[in-house]
């Protein structure tokens, strides 16, 4: 399975963007759970948020209410929509991919919390978000 994100950029604290994955690759994209984490240099990778083909998702605390990750199946992209976004959010932006069934909240939980369990990950979007 290959990822390719896209859509990251600047803007300014408050702000909104959206980042995009597209997936090549896999057979049936349906059976993967989708995430994203983000990298600061210095610090630990953070899940941010993952869902399962059925659309079930987990969040990471700091970004609960403000962010939302979907995904169209058809298209095989994903997307992360960043709102109120703050300065603590800059960072490189990943998306991730493990095998899954519909359901499985217990991998999409995993994504989230260790993002370092995923199978598959893209090269990653910048996002900075300037005070």
């Known amino acids: 399975v290959q990822l390719m994100e896209s859509g990251g950029g600047e803007v300014q604290a408050g702000g909104s963007i959206r980042l995009s994955c597209t997936a090549s690759g896999a057979d049936d994209y349906r059976r993967y759970c989708l995430g994203w984490y983000r990298e600061v240099p210095g610090k630990n990778r953070d899940g941010v948020a993952a869902l399962d083909s059925d659309g079930s998702a987990d969040y990471g605390t700091s970004v609960k209410g403000r962010f939302t990750v979907s995904r169209n199946n058809a298209k095989n992209i994903l997307y992360l929509q960043m709102n109120s976004l703050k300065p603590e959010d800059t960072g490189m932006y990943f998306c991730?991919?493990?095998?899954?069934?519909?359901?499985?909240?217990?991998?999409?939980?995993?994504?989230?919390?260790?993002?370092?369990?995923?199978?598959?990950w893209g090269q990653g979007t910048q996002v900075t978000v300037a005070s």
């Open positions: 991730t991919a493990e095998s899954c069934n519909p359901r499985d909240y217990d991998v999409v939980h995993a994504l989230v919390v260790n993002p370092n369990v995923a199978a598959y």
